[in-house]
């Protein structure tokens, strides 16, 4: 009889997360790149337990919402020093590949992956739950805080809510105002997923902000800094 797969285990990814991210969701790269030994390994615990079949959602959920953001740290330690996630797609000499979320340069289950393979092949398209924007972090100053602790199944739901509510009520990230709000170009980019099922960028902005748009507010977009979210 073949093992029953069992759910990865992200405590070594927490307790990094813990060490060297602060409340801001500001990255000590150097101190991951001293721990390099412990990240790989747990690196490597993903790259040989991909999701298996009989995981729960939320199980599916949090592993490839961790992979993409351990994925992230490990390309910018790949390359570090930089002042840009956007930096290392100039460096990058594959074929057609310009981006460095396009790049294949980890394999899981013995499948070369990139970052684009796990938000838009495999979450986006899997699990058609938005608040993964609030949570996948591309290692910029506009993305998403970085949550010092791993995603969970247990409190896989609260943790997103957190995120959302955490992302919507930051002023750098977002300026919510009732009629003309200047919101993340996370909403315009990603606008198909927020008006999925009935929904709006206005219902998903007002879910969790503390400042609630009109109905007809004139939304415009800030500017993305792609500036490192280091320390």
């Not at 919510?176 to 709006?200: I, M």
Request: with cysteine; hydrophobic share 35%; proline share 4%.
């Amino acid at each position: 009889m073949a093992p029953v797969a069992t759910n990865v285990d992200h405590s070594s990814f927490d307790r990094l997360l813990k060490k060297h991210v602060n409340e801001k969701g500001l990255v000590n790269y150097k101190g991951f790149k001293a721990d390099q030994k412990e990240f790989s390994q747990y690196l490597e615990l993903l790259s040989k337990n991909p999701p298996a079949a009989s995981w729960s959602k939320q199980e599916q959920m949090a592993y490839w919402i961790n992979a993409y953001n351990a994925y992230t740290i490990q390309l910018i330690l790949n390359h570090y020093p930089v002042q840009s996630i956007k930096d290392i797609g100039s460096k990058i000499k594959i074929p057609f590949v310009t981006t460095p979320w396009a790049a294949e340069f980890f394999s899981i289950g013995g499948k070369k992956m990139s970052l684009d393979a796990i938000e838009h092949g495999t979450l986006r398209k899997k699990f058609n739950d938005p608040r993964i924007h609030f949570a996948l972090v591309c290692a910029s100053i506009s993305c998403p805080r970085l949550r010092n602790e791993a995603y969970i199944a247990a409190r896989l739901d609260r943790q997103l809510d957190e995120q959302g509510q955490d992302f919507l009520n930051n002023p750098v990230k977002n300026k919510v105002s009732k009629s003309n709000p200047q919101l993340s170009r996370y909403f315009d980019w990603y606008k198909g997923d927020w008006n999925e099922n009935g929904q709006s960028v206005v219902k998903w902005v007002n879910r969790y902000s503390k400042t609630k748009l009109d109905t007809n507010a004139n939304i415009g977009f800030l500017e993305y800094n792609w500036n490192l979210n280091e320390q």
